[in-house]
């Protein structure tokens, strides 16, 4: 049986931004925005964006630039 951990972040012990910085750097967060969404949050994330499971078994990761997976022009109304 596989018992995961979670933990809930207590904004009580930020006391600067560069704890704020540290704890979005840590969190490895990855967006799937789209349209409006991402126009404005794709200045904060990486263009490359590596995938798992399109490469052959024993391949090397794949980069794909994420105006290649994200379509920025889309928006929820299309």
Same mark, same amino acid.
């Given at each position: 049986?596989?018992?995961?951990?979670?933990?809930q972040l207590?904004?009580?012990?930020?006391e600067s931004l560069?704890?704020?910085k540290v704890i979005?750097?840590? +969190?490895? /967060?990855t967006t799937y925005a789209e349209? &409006?969404?991402?126009?404005v949050l794709q200045?904060?994330?990486t263009t490359e964006i590596q995938t798992k499971g +399109?490469? /052959?078994?024993?391949?090397?990761?794949? &980069?794909?630039?994420a105006e290649s997976v994200v379509?920025?022009?889309?928006?929820a109304d299309d």
């Open positions: 049986m596989n018992i995961s951990t979670s933990y207590n904004v009580d012990t930020i560069d704890d704020v979005l750097d840590k +969190l490895n /967060l349209g &409006e969404d991402w126009v200045k904060y994330f +399109l490469s /052959l078994p024993g391949g090397e990761m794949l &980069e794909i630039p379509d920025v022009n889309t928006t």
